[in-house]
């Protein structure tokens, strides 16, 4: 499985942007995707999955903010991220867990297949 991110950049407070994450091997429709990012100094944690029905869940820091979703015919994982906030600034990796098709975890290890990642840079 192969996971390349893409449309980080940098942004003042209150802008946006959407990320992009182009899947191969593996069929972004028949199992849980999610979003990751990690600070410098902090722990990479879950911000948004997806499971294979439709299922959305977001951390409460980004709920009403980000918005994941997929294209299936372009087998492509998104990440439209609206009011961005200065601690929104993280890299931003998408992955792949094969495990799971409905419950959907936010635990990183849970995941086995992650991309490079994306740098997401916000400021005031």
């Known amino acids: 499985v192969q996971l390349v991110e893409s449309g980080g950049g940098s942004v003042q407070a209150g802008g946006s942007l959407t990320l992009s994450c182009a899947v191969s091997g593996h069929t972004t429709s028949s199992k849980c995707m999610g979003w990751f990012r990690q600070a410098p100094g902090k722990e990479r944690e879950g911000v948004a999955t997806?499971?294979?029905?439709?299922?959305?869940r977001y951390i409460d820091s980004v709920r009403g903010r980000f918005t994941i979703s997929r294209d299936n015919d372009k087998n492509t994982l998104y990440l439209q991220m609206d009011s961005l906030k200065p601690e929104d600034t993280a890299m931003y990796y998408c992955?792949?867990?094969?495990?799971?098709?409905?419950?959907?975890?936010?635990?990183?290890?849970?995941?086995?297949?992650w991309g490079q990642g994306t740098q997401v840079t916000v400021s005031l």
């Open positions: 997806l499971n294979a029905y439709g299922g959305e």
């Open positions: 992955a792949a867990d094969l495990a799971h098709s409905q419950h959907c975890p936010f635990a990183p290890f849970a995941y086995k297949d």
